[in-house]
C-alpha cells in the first residue's frame, strides 16, 4: 500500500495523534513556524486568514520547527502559549518537528519531494541569508521559518510558497481561492 501525505503519522502541540486525513476534503496550508524569526508576525495574517477562508474549507496547519537559526527554542506547550497570548492563534498547531537535514519528519520529506517550484522572492530570501554569513538550504530543502505548503481538497500539494511570501499576498489567496473551489 503507498503511503500519501494524508496517511503520514503527527501529534497536535498538546500531543493527541493526528494526521492530514483528519482534513481531508479541506485545503490545508501548511507551514513551519517560529517565535523568534523575523517572519513571526506572519502568525497574525495566518490566523486572519484562517479566520476568512475556513468556513469555506480551508485550514491552516503550523509546525514548529527549530531548524533556521534557533529560532523555535520553547517546548511544545511554551510554543502553544505563545501563539495564544501573542497572536490569538486558534488554527491547528503541531508539536514541533525537523523539517530539513537527516533528521526531517516524514511530512516534509513528502512535502519536499511533491512541491511544484516556489512562488514568490526564493531567490532574494537566499541572498540575504548568504549576506548574514548563512548558507540557504539547497533547493527542493525548505529554505527557512514560514515556508507555506497549500495541499488540495485530494492531498496532492498545489503549491509552494516562499518564506517572506505574507499569508495576505495576492499570489497565495489566489492559489487558495482556486483550490477551494477546485
Known sequence: ??????????????????????Y???????????????????????EKLYEAYRDQGLVVL?????????QEPG?????????????SVQFPMFEKITVTGADKHPLYQALTLEAPPVTGDSA???ERLKGFGMTPNP???????????LIDKSG?????????TAPDDAALVGAIEAALAG
Open 62 to 70: 503550523g509546525f514548529p520547527a527549530n531548524d533556521f537559526a534557533g
Open 124 to 126: 532574494g530570501f537566499r
Open 24 to 46: 481531508a476534503g479541506k485545503v490545508a496550508l501548511v507551514v513551519n513556524v517560529a517565535s523568534k524569526c523575523g517572519l513571526t508576525p506572519q502568525y497574525d495574517g495566518l
Open 156 to 164: 496532492a500539494v498545489a503549491a509552494r510558497f516562499a518564506p517572506t
Open 75 to 87: 517546548a511544545n506547550d511554551e510554543i502553544a502559549d505563545f501563539c495564544r497570548t501573542n497572536f
Open 139 to 149: 533547493e527542493p530543502e525548505v529554505l527557512w521559518n514560514f515556508e507555506k505548503f
Open 1 to 22: 500500500m503507498t503511503t500519501t501525505l494524508q496517511d503520514i503519522p503527527l501529534k497536535t502541540i498538546d500531543g493527541k495523534n493526528a494526521s492530514l486525513g483528519d
